[in-house]
């Protein structure tokens, strides 16, 4: 796009001349780096690499632990992609009828410098597109627990008065897709009844922690540890 605007423009002026120069080695910088990341030559070479790098500066040293972190991640995990915890149409929590979603695709990327003309251009464009989505995909790791597949619904918040006598209110949100909180309402008591039934345990070892192991004193009748 920018380079397609840039055949078409004919400003000779000082920030056009700029611009042209900025994206000329911004171009220049992508197609070696774009080599680079499609041989898989370097990949095998990258250790070797990094054994014989020598950081002179803050910004070598920050380099250096860019690419040692990457590569301790592909070490470990050859085969795996950076879409591996991508949301499936299917359980995509950020999926909406209504509103654009902005995929992991669209915003993860490399840029060559994020100063001058040509990276405001590219920030102000994003920046005006994406204002017209609704909400952000992220990665999204699904656990299953006992062979069930669990997501959030619902969620409590205690809320503490300051003053002396510290009173508590509880109350209940639901979730929507993008796990927001939604339909703030107080607890119910069927709410607080399925709270207490999924807090409750049967297991009588639970249970017996006010079971006396001596005489009981004269002024208890009887202890019932259910």
């Known amino acids: 796009m920018h380079e397609d605007w840039i055949k078409q423009c004919d400003e000779v002026e000082e920030d056009m001349q700029e611009f042209r120069r900025e994206f000329k080695i ?3 910088i992508g197609d070696k780096i774009e080599q680079k990341l499609f041989n898989r030559k370097n990949l095998e ?3 070797q690499r990094l054994n014989n790098f ?8 920050d380099c250096y632990k860019v690419a040692f972190d990457d590569f301790a991640l592909y070490s470990e995990y050859p085969k795996t992609t950076i879409f591996r915890n991508q949301p499936t ?16 695709e669209m915003y993860i990327s490399v840029v060559a410098d994020t100063k001058g003309y040509l990276y405001s251009n590219i920030e102000e464009n994003i920046n005006t597109e994406f204002g017209e989505y609704g909400s952000v995909e992220e990665p999204t790791v699904y656990i299953p627990i006992t ?4 997501e959030p619904k619902s969620a409590l918040v205690f809320y503490k008065s300051l003053d002396k006598n510290a009173m508590m209110y509880v109350e209940h949100f639901d979730m929507d897709r993008n ?10 008591v069927n709410e607080a009844e399925v709270l ?9 070892k639970d249970k017996t922690f006010l079971k006396s192991k001596g005489i009981l004193p004269t002024n208890i009748l009887n202890i019932n540890p259910s």
């Open 196 to 204: 207490a039934k999924s807090l409750n345990t049967d297991e009588e």
């Open 147 to 150: 062979g069930t597949l669990y």
């Open 26 to 28: 911004s171009k220049t």
């Open 89 to 104: 149409p299917d359980k995509n929590p950020y999926f909406d009828d209504e509103n654009k979603t902005i995929g992991m």
């Open 179 to 188: 796990g927001n909180l939604i339909n703030a309402h107080p607890l119910t």
């Open 45 to 47: 070479m990258f250790e």
């Open 54 to 61: 020598d950081s002179h500066t803050a910004f070598d040293h």
